[in-house]
């Protein structure tokens, strides 16, 4: 068995194997290396929104980055089903993101700004979804942000890495990395492998990476509740998103309801109080979904850092190791722009400057914030 490559990354999730995607899209010699199975963890647990608009109340350092990436999902759609035969499942329907009141229509007011936006009257937005609630004011139609299945985007990004020569590990957990010589030694469970490049994508897990590396960063995990539930009898287009809650309508007729907040929880079962939470939300956008039959449930960890935006960048003193994690709630939607800015570092090639310095590893953290939640 090959162990040695020229890039190794640490963590088969939706940002590492988007990273090795596009690596292996440069002829370059990488491998991915997950201890469980691929997109088994946070990834898995998505729902799958593209909220590049329905996610940031304010358009600053973060949106530019997110729309982008957003863009790239219209040409992978087909590139990664052309090269895997990998349907992610786009959804075009769009989303309604609702307004129960004046003050939450005047809190989306920045978003009217942008194209691609329409404001609709509760009855128009009843015409998109008749069963929706009526105390809504109405709602803002974002059209472009469409959704997919987090899972077949990681798989398609894995299966696309490996047929273009990439190598996937699953159940190789890496528990050390270490300098030797011009290189480094990475040490797994399935025995040790070399690269000159390592970059560390293993979500909440990359705490234990920033600690053996004399780092202080830290990412917090926030927990996130999900059902999903047969849809019979609600035809849905688009989906539905009020307060960080939403209900996602899949091909397959499941609708994916979420989910929960818990910050600092790393426990990854969901409980009983979770799932009501959710599905009180739920009926107060759709009432009629109480009587839909629900077919599973779940909890993932949201990688969170201090500030909100992810760490992308090489370690201030270690040259060679990389970090790419703290995506928080939108990695599905980061992942394609996150894995071009790691191949571009990784290779060389320019890279916004913006960028580097929003999401760079040695950005200060100030002890105010540290513990706190962010609100994006
Ligand atoms: C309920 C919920 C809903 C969400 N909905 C959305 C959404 O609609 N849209 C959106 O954009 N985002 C959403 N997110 C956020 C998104 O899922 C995450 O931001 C994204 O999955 C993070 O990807 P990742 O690859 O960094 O982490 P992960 O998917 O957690 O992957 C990290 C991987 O690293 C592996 N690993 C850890 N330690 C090691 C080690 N020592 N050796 C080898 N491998 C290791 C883990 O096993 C894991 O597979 C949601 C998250 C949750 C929980």
């Given at each position: 068995?090959?162990?040695h490559f020229d890039i190794v990354i640490v963590g088969g999730g939706i940002i590492g194997c988007a990273i090795g995607y596009y690596l292996a899209?440069?002829?370059?010699?990488?491998?991915?290396?997950?201890?469980?199975?691929?997109g088994g963890k946070s990834t898995g647990a998505a729902a799958g929104m593209l909220?590049?608009?329905?996610?940031?109340?304010?358009?600053?350092?973060l949106y530019p980055f997110a729309r982008s990436s957003q863009l790239l999902y219209q040409e992978l759609y087909d590139e990664i089903k052309e090269l895997t035969g990998i349907d992610f499942e786009m959804k075009r329907g769009g989303l309604l993101k609702l307004a129960f009141s004046a003050s939450e229509k005047e809190e989306m007011a920045s978003i009217y700004k942008l194209p691609a936006i329409e404001w609709l009257n509760r009855e128009e937005a009843k015409e998109k979804v008749s069963t929706l609630t009526t105390s809504i004011i109405g709602a803002a139609f974002l059209k472009e942000d469409v959704h997919v299945t987090p899972i077949a985007v990681c798989n398609g990004f894995s299966t696309g890495a490996q047929t273009l020569g990439a190598e996937i590990f699953e159940y190789t957990n890496v528990s050390e990395i270490t300098k030797q010589d011009s290189q480094y030694k990475i040490k797994t469970?399935?025995?040790?492998?070399?690269?000159?490049?390592v970059v560390i994508a293993s979500g909440v897990w990359?705490?234990?990476?920033?600690q053996n590396m004399g780092l202080t960063n830290r990412i917090i995990p926030?927990?996130?509740?999900?059902?999903?539930?047969?849809?019979?009898e609600i035809p849905l287009k688009?989906?539905?998103?009020?307060?960080?809650?939403?209900?996602?309508?899949?091909?397959?007729?499941?609708?994916?309801?979420?989910?929960?907040?818990?910050w600092n929880d790393w426990n990854e079962k969901p409980t009983l109080e979770g799932i009501e939470s959710v599905i009180k939300k739920a009926k107060e956008m759709i009432p009629a979904i109480k009587d839909m039959k629900m077919t599973n449930c779940w909890a993932g960890l949201r990688p969170q850092t201090f500030d909100g935006n992810p760490f992308i960048g090489e370690h201030p003193e270690m040259k060679g190791i990389y970090f790419a994690a703290g995506h928080?709630?939108?990695?599905?939607?980061?992942?394609?722009?996150?894995?071009?800015?790691?191949?571009?570092?990784?290779?060389?090639?320019?890279?916004?400057k913006k960028w580097i310095e929003a999401f760079k590893v040695e950005r200060s953290i100030s002890k105010s914030t540290e513990l706190e939640e962010v609100k994006l």
């Open positions: 068995m090959k162990q899209k440069e002829n370059t010699s990488v491998a991915v290396l997950e201890s469980q199975s691929i909220g590049a608009h329905s996610e940031y109340k304010e358009f600053k350092q469970s399935r025995g040790d492998f070399t690269a000159a490049q990359s705490n234990y990476f920033f926030v927990k996130g509740e999900c059902i999903a539930a047969m849809n019979e688009h989906s539905i998103f009020h307060d960080q809650h939403y209900i996602v309508p899949r091909n397959n007729g499941q609708l994916i309801i979420g989910a929960t907040k818990k928080q709630r939108n990695g599905i939607l980061l992942a394609p722009a996150t894995g071009k800015m790691v191949r571009d570092l990784l290779l060389g090639n320019p890279v916004d």
